[in-house]
């Protein structure tokens, strides 16, 4: 049995964005995880700077032209198979995040233990910081779950899933919760009250929005442990301290077994 050391993380797309993906790459490349899911990242020219810095990941998958389908990158040190972007309704309010043409990146990546689909996700920001079930974008993210949902019914049971991303929904959402389920996910971080969101002084305790959901394939187990990661400030190449990004990285450590 191999462990799976994977990495989720939101990078930011705004502010100085080159400076930090510079550092994020530079930090990855120092690091043992075995497969990174990013979400953000906007700009395929993004995807090359952070391609530039981490050279160890000789797999890159992600979607679109000059603007990136989702913002979503997948860095693998492992072949990355069969892959495909699929978008999520655009329903609720108009905003601006309809840009961003959200939606989850599914890829088959051949581990040394075989098949594993990742599925690397980004779902809609809830404006209210409300997540009571009759909220206007909770109701966008159960659209958004109900998507996902059939993606990951329609993958073979005889392999198994990694969900990973950033949910904007709190653990204990009802959402989550009863997506959680009805796929029969499990979450890794199950119990962990941390939030993934860097607190600030507008929203002092943030929930977790960030999660990794695994599902084991037919009569196999697929367990682990996470912890958060790029916590704290770090030095750009100019000198600067700056956070990676607003939200913490979440690194897993699955093990598959018979």
């Given at each position: 049995m191999t462990a799976l050391r994977l990495l989720t993380m939101n990078t930011l797309f705004t502010g100085d964005v080159p400076a930090r993906l510079r550092a994020l790459g530079a930090a990855l490349e120092r690091s043992?995880?075995?497969?990174?899911?990013?979400?953000?990242?906007?700009f395929r020219r993004h995807a090359r700077l952070i391609r530039r810095a981490a050279p160890a990941y000789r797999h890159v998958a992600c979607s679109g032209g000059v603007l990136l389908k989702g913002g979503l990158v997948l860095l693998s040190r492992w072949p990355i198979g069969r892959r495909r972007f699929v978008p999520y309704p655009m329903t609720g309010p108009v905003r601006g995040e309809f840009l961003m043409r959200k939606g989850a990146q599914v890829a088959s990546i051949a581990t040394p233990d075989g098949e594993l689909?990742?599925?690397?996700?980004?779902?809609?920001?809830?404006?209210?910081d409300d997540w009571a079930p009759t909220n206007r974008?909770?109701?966008?993210?159960?659209?958004?779950?109900?998507?996902?949902?059939g993606l990951i019914a329609a993958i073979d049971p005889s392999v198994p899933v990694v969900v990973v991303?950033?949910?904007?929904?709190?653990?204990?959402?009802?959402?989550?919760?009863?997506?959680?389920?009805?796929?029969?996910l499990t979450d890794v971080l199950a119990g962990d009250t941390r939030p993934t969101y860097r607190p600030t002084p507008r929203w002092p305790s943030p929930p977790a929005l960030?999660?990794?959901?695994?599902r084991a394939a037919a009569g196999?187990?697929?367990t682990g442990d996470a912890d958060l990661v790029f916590q704290d400030k770090v030095t750009l190449s100019d000198g600067r301290q700056a956070h990676l990004s607003d939200h913490y990285g979440v690194r897993a450590r699955l093990i598959r077994s018979t």
């Open positions: 043992d995880h075995d497969i990174v899911c990013l979400q953000e990242v906007m689909v990742l599925v690397n996700t980004h779902l809609s920001a809830n404006r209210d974008y909770t109701r966008i993210a159960r659209a958004e779950l109900a998507r996902l949902d991303g950033d949910l904007n929904l709190p653990r204990d959402s009802a959402a989550l919760t009863d997506f959680v389920s009805a796929t029969g960030d999660h990794i959901l695994v196999e187990t697929l």
